[in-house]
């Protein structure tokens, strides 16, 4: 056993405190890290899925295979040295008891009584095993609304969790509704409810989650079916986790939110509603061009929302479109104007100069286009002295007007320049050697196609996540146009482009001009973007100028999102929004500890945290309020972290090559 002390291996210790423990005999050690027992049922994944996105170790037992590790006491627990180990600080099971060799439940059953572990069971029959009685209603729990019990782990939550209800025909959440049994206080055995839901056609609150205590152990047990991409299992995992760990674990939780506004100062094309097109890009030859660009007015009310909701909204900025439209408008632009007198009310970042293509030469002589070819066969590339002069150029526009730009932050346009498959397989070999003699460090990318962050050149991508207001649209009319045209099929009068990718496209019924957009793009507009949220990725979203002005659309999504996202959660958990280098750099941290976690070791005993680390590595630690961390030497102790969803939470780093204790207060 690796002992926790100075520059052990190349790895240094960091610890954090866990308050309001006072000195006294040793205890056992308690290895940060998750038992994890999966049957492959969406329960036990959804709960792997939320560890992963927090960042929360575990060791994964896959009951369905034959070559799986046997849960026996040695598998458990250990010595070290005078102390005893447990070697996992929660265990999660698919139900209470999914082993058919029973040897292994009591080993599980006498390690959780020894240690104080704590026990999820992830989905259970309501039944007197579990604390429960027998189901008052077993069925759908589509379109009900549970309520968080106060005191329990949830205490970032508002109060009410509503569980989604997205087809009429297909049940999405099944469950149990039952009542505890009565507490024996005698016999040790208690229930304490933590979600519950009125059963239909009565009075009577059923329990959905709650904490059965018996025989010694706490035992989490769930009654609702859950998958990891369902709203109401994303709200409550987090708490399920801290409950699990008793609120000290390795991890971190933020709820981000972000919205890059690309082509601000430049303009887009307008959906032709004739036509069903947009001109320049699929319209047949000579069908006019109408270009949509903000105006001061919707300067001024993109600022006066801001202060209304405050949010900060990141402009991505095309230079080249104010000098243009100056040089047709005798040299004037009141956009430009206006945009800097509030400069400082945006966050500005470099969406090149003109919005050129930066990837391989189009060759539009078929359809989709291709990449042309010299006479060699070889791909023609955009240079990297065009794509430099694109950056450049852009960054002397903010330096002239005052624009207060963030030089190392890049989105090209239509992420032009990275790969665009099937057309374009890899990234143009110009852009990284541009991306580095310009100094950008993050560029955007599309996360539908290109979803994982990775180096180009020294910079990294920072994937962004598309918003279904198109880019060509002002106005309800045109979005709910150009969304029957793409989402109907021909004989409802559409492209028939949802017939021929069922895959990735549904086809819907038309929507009615009036109502379509309010009724149903809105509100799933509204609906995705907060799974985004909860997800735990900071990945930011995009929209485009166009829909802050006309009927200023990505305002009613966002007015929207917030709206209900403050019905759910309690002030002490608000979103956290970044602008794409904080973005880009926390994507990064995340990923180092996940490729790192293997080398990080870490235990609770006596109320102290120790955390053995390699140098430099950012560790996620997650610990209750009051936790501190000792100064230098020793000498006195600081606050631990900042607060979030009621606990406090820190990416922790210690190169000091000693020992260090952390004091109770």
């Not at 790969?419 to 599309?446: E, Y």
Request: glycine letters at 8%.
């Amino acid at each position: 056993m690796r002992r926790f002390g100075p520059a052990v291996l190349g790895l240094t210790s960091a610890f954090v405190l866990i308050p309001g423990t006072a000195a006294h005999a040793v205890e056992p050690m308690i290895n940060m890290k998750i038992l994890l027992v999966s049957d492959g049922t969406p329960s036990t994944e959804a709960i792997a899925n939320a560890m992963d996105s927090e960042g929360v170790p575990y060791q994964k037992v896959d009951l369905t295979s034959p070559g799986r590790p046997i849960i026996t006491p040695g598998f458990l627990a250990d010595t070290v040295g005078a102390s005893d180990r447990a070697k996992f600080q929660g265990v999660i099971l698919p139900n209470a008891n999914p082993f058919t060799d029973q040897a292994e439940m009591t080993a599980l059953v006498n390690f959780e009584k020894k240690f104080g572990i704590r026990q999820l069971s992830a989905y259970v029959y309501a039944y007197p095993d579990v604390g429960l009685n027998y189901p008052e209603y077993a069925g759908t729990l589509d379109g009900m609304t549970a309520t968080v019990v106060p005191g329990g782990p949830f205490p970032y939550l508002a109060g009410q969790v509503p569980f989604e209800d997205e087809s009429p025909v297909v049940g999405e959440s099944y469950g149990y509704l039952a009542t505890p049994l009565p507490d024996d206080p005698a016999g040790g055995r208690s229930f304490q409810p933590l979600l519950t839901a009125p059963v239909p056609n009565s009075a009577t609150q059923g329990v959905l989650a709650g904490v059965y205590t018996h025989d010694g152990r706490s035992e989490m047990v769930v009654t609702a079916a859950f998958n990891q991409n369902q709203k109401q299992f994303q709200m409550i995992s987090h708490g399920i986790i801290s409950w699990l760990t008793k609120g000290v674990h390795f991890g971190y939780d933020r709820n981000y939110f972000a919205v890059h506004v690309d082509d601000v100062l430049g303009d887009d094309t307008k959906w032709d509603p004739v036509n069903n097109c947009t001109p320049a890009s699929d319209c047949p030859p000579g069908v006019p061009e109408t270009g949509i660009r903000m105006t001061p007015a919707d300067v001024t009310a993109a600022v006066q929302w801001q202060n209304t909701s405050g949010f900060t909204l990141d402009f991505y900025y095309n230079g080249g479109g104010s000098a243009l439209y100056a040089a047709e408008h005798g040299g004037a632009d009141p956009l430009l104007t206006s945009l800097k007198a509030n400069k400082a009310r945006f966050r500005w970042s470099n969406h090149t100069y003109t919005h050129p293509f930066l990837g391989c030469a189009q060759d539009y002589s078929v359809l989709p286009w291709r990449c042309a070819t010299n006479a060699q066969g070889q791909i023609v590339w955009t240079s990297r002295a065009t794509i430099e002069d694109e950056i450049n150029r852009n960054k002397q526009f903010a330096t002239q007007h005052g624009l207060p730009v963030d030089t190392t932050e890049l989105v090209t346009g239509e992420h032009s320049g990275l790969f665009l498959q099937p057309r374009q397989p890899v990234d143009n070999p110009n852009l990284a050697p541009a991306l580095n003699s310009t100094g950008v460090k993050w560029i955007g990318s599309d996360a539908s196609r290109d979803p994982a962050q990775r180096p180009v050149g020294g910079a990294f991508t920072v994937p962004r996540y598309p918003m279904n207001i198109f880019y060509n649209v002002a106005t309800v009319a045109d979005e709910v146009d150009e969304y029957n045209w793409i989402y109907n099929s021909r004989a409802d009068g559409g492209s028939g482009i949802c017939e021929d990718n069922p895959a990735t496209t549904t086809c819907i019924p038309p929507l009615d001009p009036a109502t379509g957009w309010t009724q149903h793009i809105a509100p799933i507009e509204v609906r995705n973007a907060l799974r985004h949220v909860l997800s735990g990725l900071p990945w930011p979203h995009y929209a485009h100028q166009s829909n802050l002005t006309g009927d200023h659309l990505l305002y009613q999504v966002l007015t929207g999102l917030f709206s209900q996202y403050g019905t759910l959660f309690s002030a002490n958990t608000p979103i956290v929004n970044l602008r794409t280098s904080a973005i880009g750099a926390e994507i990064r941290r995340m990923r180092l500890w996940q490729q790192n976690m293997n080398q990080v070791t870490g235990y609770i005993q006596n109320g102290v945290v120790y955390v053995a680390a390699p140098d430099n590595l950012d560790v996620p630690l997650t610990a209750p309020t009051g936790t501190r961390v000792p100064n230098l030497l020793n000498l006195g102790s600081s606050p631990f972290g900042s607060a979030y969803a009621g606990e406090l939470s820190a990416y922790q780093r210690n190169a000091l090559l000693m020992p260090i204790k952390l004091l109770l207060p």
